[in-house]
Nanobody, 122 residues
Framework: QVQLVESGGGLVQPGGSLRLSCVAS????????MGWYRQTMGWYRQTPGK??????????????NYADSVKGRFTISRDNAENTVHLQMNSLKPEDTAVYYC?????????WGQGTQVTVSS
């Protein structure tokens, strides 16, 4: 089993910043080839009535990928010593308002965190 716990959401004014964190845990990571540091971690977001969309992901070798809508404003990073992935969000816009989820695909299954609400409003 895998547990993902997000934190860092909240209410922020347009142009502001937030930093989301996701801590991963689970016995599966102790299996040699399943080590957390090898895994691609992703941040997704979802608004009511819309499909969940990828915001950014980062591979075990720290290659990153971003949705066009957040390029230049968001930065994904990871701390392998703490099994943690971060999403630094700058220059936030009202359209960034959503529930943000941390996710991992491992051992033929996708796992999700419980989500953290980000609201961008004046």
């Amino acid at each position: 089993q895998v547990q993902l716990v997000e934190s860092g959401g909240g209410l922020v004014q347009p142009g502001g910043s937030l930093r989301l964190s996701c801590v991963a845990s689970g016995s599966i990571f102790s299996i040699g080839t399943m080590g957390w540091y090898r895994q691609t971690m992703g941040w997704y977001r979802q608004t009511p009535g819309k499909q969940r969309e990828l915001v950014a992901d980062i591979t075990g070798s720290r290659s990153t990928n971003y949705a066009d809508s957040v390029k230049g404003r968001f930065t994904i990073s990871r701390d392998n010593a703490e099994n943690t992935v971060h999403l630094q969000m700058n220059s936030l816009k009202p359209e960034d308002t959503a529930v943000y989820y941390c996710s991992i695909y491992i051992n033929n299954a996708r796992y999700w965190g419980q989500g953290t609400q980000v609201t961008v409003s004046s």
